[in-house]
């Protein structure tokens, strides 16, 4: 039982992760960039693959994407770690696929992103890990 709050708890950090960000995709400017004139021309300009969206309209758009990814894998694992742990503890594909998920958001968080999501997504890497471990010991 130990090891699937653990993975539970990663999950919930990635959960976490995923509301904070929704919020700020809809609720204030910290996800707007800090010149207004860059924001206007985003939501004038279009992307060379379409004329019928805007950058601004497309940002808005991948960081709700983003968002419900993040809020997905943590419903998703935190219940079946708790609720149904046996199962995925049976399921490499399952905890193979969760590892891979959160290796890459460490990895785009070093690259792209800033210390706090990084941070984030190590611990919530670790815990994950941390359970798996446990559970095969």
Not at 10 to 32: D, E, I, Q, S
């Amino acid at each position: 039982m130990r090891s699937s709050v653990f993975i539970a708890a990663g999950a919930v950090v990635m959960l976490l992760l995923g509301l904070l960000h929704l919020a700020y995709t809809f609720r204030g400017p910290k996800l707007h960039p800090r010149d207004a004139d860059v924001t206007a021309r985003m939501m004038a300009v279009s992307p060379v693959i379409s004329p019928q969206t805007t950058m601004w309209r497309a940002w808005v758009g991948f960081n709700l994407s983003h968002s419900l990814c993040l809020i997905f894998f943590g419903a998703l694992y935190s219940y079946l770690a708790l609720r149904h742990s046996t199962f995925l503890f049976h399921s490499w594909f399952l905890l193979s696929l969760g590892f891979l998920l959160l290796l890459g958001y460490v990895i785009l968080a070093k690259l792209y992103w800033f210390s706090v999501p990084f941070v984030g997504v190590v611990i919530a890497t670790f815990l994950y890990l941390l359970g798996v471990v446990l559970h095969r010991a």
